[in-house]
């Protein structure tokens, strides 16, 4: 079933550059691995997918979770809206889709929980630290934040890594983060960080970053 939910969504894109995009997306973040995060999501209330892009695995985890509640946010305006077609087209009611940037990104509201899958090394490290501040203080107590990034060893698998980034989107900086530093930069953002190691066939180093809100108090 949720093999067909991810044929669906893909086949909810007409223009064939988005759907072979989509496809190479799932086939780096395949279902074992959308599952590996998505055990972490809460089975409702509402999810902050941060850099949602086409809205691929918002849909995914809007349809495998119908009492969530996912918001997308994206710099692209051409993104939020194909992904707000796709979203009609499978007549998919719990995701909502809105253009803005991680960079100034301020929560309106109290979130269930974050994630960011594969968002962290395209941005600016100066605006690493506001970001995940400010995802603190949106999550509910008992929040919690997903990053799915790579580390930056072993330098082969790195090298992979920016090889695909730069095929996937060639004009968009890349900064990689060791897994020291990303977890640094979240514990000082007020959260409590256990690292879940994703086991993959391809020379690809997953690292998920599973965040909880730590109170000021």
């Not at 893909?10 to 599952?35: E, S, T």
């Not at 900086?173 to 060791?178: N, Q, T």
């Not at 690809?204 to 970053?209: A, E, G």
């Amino acid at each position: 079933m949720r093999a067909e939910a991810i044929r669906r969504i893909v086949r909810a894109y007409d223009d064939p550059v988005v759907r072979a995009y989509c496809w190479a997306r799932f086939w780096v973040l395949r279902q074992r691995f959308l599952d590996e995060i998505g055990q972490y999501l809460p089975e409702s209330g509402c999810v902050l997918d941060i850099g949602c892009g086409f809205g691929l695995f918002s849909l995914y985890y809007a349809t495998t979770g119908p009492r969530r509640f996912v918001r997308g946010v994206d710099l692209s305006a051409r993104r939020i809206a194909l992904a707000r077609r796709a979203a009609a087209r499978l007549a998919v009611e719990n995701v909502a889709y809105e253009q803005g940037d991680a960079r100034d990104f301020k929560g309106d509201g109290e979130v269930a929980a974050a994630y960011m899958l594969d968002i962290v090394h395209h941005v600016a490290p100066e605006h690493v630290g506001p970001l995940l501040r400010e995802l603190h203080r949106c999550l509910a107590d008992e929040g919690v934040l997903l990053v799915k990034d790579v580390d930056t060893r072993p330098a082969p698998k790195r090298w992979f890594t920016w090889l695909l980034d730069r095929l996937m989107a060639p004009a968009t900086p890349v900064r990689y983060w060791s897994a020291e530093e990303l977890t640094a930069a979240l514990g000082a953002a007020g959260f409590v960080v256990r690292r879940h190691a994703m086991r993959d066939f391809l020379p690809y180093p997953h690292v998920l970053y599973v965040c909880a809100k730590r109170s000021a108090a």
